[in-house]
């Protein structure tokens, strides 16, 4: 006789063709995983030969053979067929023995659990599920909460109509499957009281830029669903993989607070198994996982991934009566792993009109289209296709018009959500999360999509231009001297993993400041002294789930910071103590409560005599707390600490001081500072420089402005802003000479080599050390460096 029923003990991964890849995958996890410590809830599959013994005894394939015949030649539609099949199986009646199967598992599953009829998830899990080649994820239907014998046989019949969905009709078409060869099984599991606590999605790699260091979490108070829908905005955690199996550093990069505005939890006895409600005040402002408890997640993810040896897309739920954390289904990412380093797309957007919206981003790619604004599934019939699809949130049943939308947009959702995750499997750009998509845009109105921009999408107003760059990695020259790149945005650093940098050799602190912590750090220290009340109100916005606007300044600027270090760890990556001018610090919330008015910001109150300066240096001491507990708690070691707009020795001496009394000690764990070159007593005064910093890094405008007397914002004078004046190459001819006979490394951050091979061939003919560009620019001058190299050679052996 044919097995009816399995326990996930005894299942393993390659037992797909009886029990699809979801209960597969359970079941390798519950037989192999469980030593490692990875916990996940008991329970049975029914195999696909219960389902075929189903579709038999009810003389169903007759039914399902005619209307999927019926459709592929026309003569009904997607709608009447789906329909058709689904009510013919629910009306089906069960084979006894199949019946008693189920009944006496859910029995052998109350002893198990020493609970009376204790409530199980009812999971589809179809046999072609989860392969590499396809992700079937949320193609059928999953039930939860279920009790009783009747109700789960209930439950069993609904998983096994779910298999002729709209939905899963379509993607088995899209991705040549036939209709009728695949099975359904069904799995049945303990639920996790999750609905008392937490639950979310997780990924093994990042899941925009494919890169293999992170672990993302996404999660949400109460049951999962509503993470994997969209239908709420979750908490995103992210996690440096390398760091997991050393518990003296802190992993996690990034944290994220979502609205997390509803939560689905148990229905009472009478009403539907699950039913949404509002979440309190306190638990929107709380996040869902503590780090300890991000850290073991992350854990699982890479012992997961370890065991299945490919990238894992999982679920996960936090039991809140004991505190335990659950792995309830685990996938194979079919998305960013089946992408090859070799070539990849840069997408540069000029926008047409203004900025309308923005949210997460999704993938890296930009389009521009008509809006097609739909607030339901019932309005989907009147999507045009090539539009731009507009709505609050999507399901499964909204691939079939995803499919033909230029990009994507919604109100709620993160990376993980169901509009997420189709999103990157059609190659489409998306912005979810907005919050406010489709009260601000409107029907027919011309927009431009744009996720190149890093973590943030945007939505533009108008029709905008897109470039397109094929970038290929093939054939890259190695150099003698080092191209590192120039970075200011965290999310943004992620999409450049692949290319093969010496490091980073900019890292902009004042950009982390200006766009993700957006509050002057003096009004976060001294937050009585904000008196608009619209700034008082965005300022404690923002930093919700924080103890305070100290601990928010230090976290958010040490996990930025953090998110940079990680993607080229352990290779270098200088970071610019922060060089904003009195007039940019005024522009941050509550600023101008704090900053000075001057004349000449450019040359004014900026750089290191900011740091050491009573009215500034409270604030400054919080850019050492952070980078303190990014080398030293973290574990970035690789991060080099740079001084700007250091006028003098004597200057160098205070900063230097003032960063000791706030833990920072030149030498200490490592640690080595350097000092831009970019005022000409840089180079005047090279040799007393060299005696206090490690390095120098030549910033080419400043130094090119100071020397020839140009404001380098003046477009009056643009034509006398030259870098190859003979004065500004004795500048910076010099200040390589004159570090080299220190013994100090030099190095370059600039446009000038990518833009001029000569520049690239004067550098390195005067032996700088690295060169920091663009990321969009590296090959570019990665090329002009070899030609110079190789062209040096020749003239020494002439």
């Known amino acids: 006789m044919s097995e009816l029923l399995i326990w996930f003990e005894n299942l393993r991964r390659g037992d797909v063709a009886r029990v699809g890849g979801k209960n597969a995958s359970l079941g390798e996890m519950i037989s192999t995983l469980g030593a490692k410590n990875i916990r996940v809830p008991q329970g049975f599959a029914t195999t696909a030969d219960a389902y075929r013994g189903f579709i038999t005894a009810n003389g169903l394939e007759r039914v399902i053979a005619e209307r999927i015949d019926a459709l592929e030649a026309g003569r009904t539609t997607l709608r009447e067929a789906g329909l058709a099949i689904r009510t013919a199986i629910t009306s089906g009646e069960w084979p006894k023995e199949t019946a008693d199967a189920i009944r006496a598992a859910y029995r052998e599953l109350t002893t198990r659990s020493g609970r009376t009829k204790p409530a199980v998830a009812v999971r589809s899990s179809a046999t072609a599920e989860d392969l590499p080649e396809a992700s079937f994820a949320g193609q059928q239907e999953t039930f939860l909460n279920v009790t009783g014998e009747a109700a789960l046989l209930d439950a069993c019949r609904r998983c096994y109509a779910s298999l002729f969905t709209d939905r899963a009709i379509t993607y088995r078409q899209i991705h040549g499957f036939g209709q009728t060869e695949i099975a359904l099984s069904v799995g049945v599991q303990m639920m996790v009281r999750s609905d008392i606590g937490s639950s979310g999605v997780m990924f093994s790699i990042d899941t925009e830029s494919g890169c293999d260091r992170f672990v993302l979490i996404n999660g949400a108070w109460g049951l999962g669903e509503n993470v994997v829908q969209g239908a709420v905005d979750p908490d995103e955690f992210q996690v440096f993989k390398p760091f997991l199996d050393d518990p003296g550093r802190l992993p996690v990069v990034a944290r994220r607070l979502g609205a997390k505005e509803i939560k689905m939890i148990h229905g009472r006895a009478g009403e539907a198994a699950t039913r949404n409600v509002p979440t309190s005040l306190a638990e929107r402002e709380r996040f869902t996982l503590s780090d300890a408890e991000v850290v073991e997640l992350a854990r699982y993810a890479k012992t997961i991934e370890a065991h299945y040896g490919v990238a894992m897309d999982m679920e996960w739920a936090k039991d809140g009566e004991t505190g335990e954390l659950f792995i309830v289904q685990a996938r194979p990412e079919t998305v960013q792993s089946r992408k090859t380093g070799a070539v990849f797309q840069s997408f540069e957007v000029t926008p047409a009109g203004r900025l309308m919206v923005d949210g997460l981003s999704v993938g890296s790619a930009a389009a521009a289209g008509r809006v097609c604004l739909i607030r339901s599934a019932d309005e989907i019939d009147r999507f045009v296709d090539g539009s731009v699809l507009v709505t609050s949130t999507t399901d499964p049943d909204w691939v079939p018009v995803m499919k033909r939308a230029a990009a994507i947009v919604t109100d709620h959702g993160g990376r993980t959500s169901h509009a997420a995750i189709v999103s990157r499997e059609l190659g489409l750009p998306a912005v979810v999360g907005t919050g406010n998509a489709t009260h601000v845009l409107h029907d027919g109105q011309d927009v431009t999509v744009s996720c190149a921009e890093g973590g943030t999408g945007v939505v533009y107003d108008g029709l905008g231009h897109i470039d397109v760059r094929d970038i290929s990695l093939d054939d890259v020259p190695e150099t003698r001297t080092g191209v590192m790149l120039n970075i200011a945005n965290p999310s943004a650093a992620v999409r450049w993993w692949r290319l093969p940098a010496d490091g980073v050799g900019l890292a902009r602190m004042e950009f982390l400041v200006s766009n993700e912590i957006k509050v002057h750090p003096l009004a976060l220290l001294n937050p009585e002294r904000v008196t608009d009340a619209t700034e008082r109100s965005a300022i404690a916005e923002l930093t919700k789930g924080y103890k305070d606007g100290r ?248």
């Not at 290779?571 to 101008?592: C, H, Q, T």
């Not at 900011?610 to 303190?628: G, I, N, P, Q, T």
């Not at 991060?639 to 160098?652: K, L, Y």
């Not at 350097?674 to 490690?694: G, H, K, Q």
């Open 551 to 798: 601990s928010y300044f230090t976290e958010c600027l040490a996990m930025g910071l953090a998110r940079i270090a990680a993607v080229w760890h352990p290779k270098p990556v200088i970071v610019r103590l922060s060089d904003f001018k009195s007039n940019e610090y005024a522009d941050l919330l509550g600023g101008r409560h704090f900053e000075p008015l001057e004349e000449n910001p450019m040359i004014g109150l900026r750089g290191a005599a900011r740091y050491y300066s009573e009215f500034y240096r409270d604030a400054f001491a919080l850019e050492c707390v952070a980078l303190k507990r990014l080398r030293d708690d973290m574990g970035f070691t690789n991060v080099i600490v740079m001084v700007p707009f250091c006028r003098s020795p004597e200057e160098a001496d205070k900063v230097l001081e003032v960063m000791t009394a706030n833990g920072l000690t030149r030498g200490e764990n490592g640690l080595e500072v350097y000092v831009m070159t970019e005022i000409p007593s840089n180079v005047i005064r090279a040799a007393e420089f060299a005696e206090r910093f490690d390095g120098f890094s030549i910033g080419s405008n400043d130094l090119t402005q100071l020397t020839l007397g140009v404001d380098r914002d003046s477009e009056a004078l643009a034509e006398v802003f030259r870098e190859r004046d003979p004065a500004v190459i004795w500048m910076i001819e010099t200040a390589i000479r004159r570090a080299r006979e220190a013994g100090r490394k030099i190095g370059l951050c600039g446009q000038a080599p990518s833009n001029d091979p000569d520049f690239a061939r004067l550098l390195v003919k005067a032996g700088i050390d690295t060169i920091s560009v663009t990321p969009d620019s590296f090959l570019e001058v990665k090329r002009n460096v070899a030609l110079a190299e190789e062209g040096d050679v020749r003239m020494r052996r002439a």
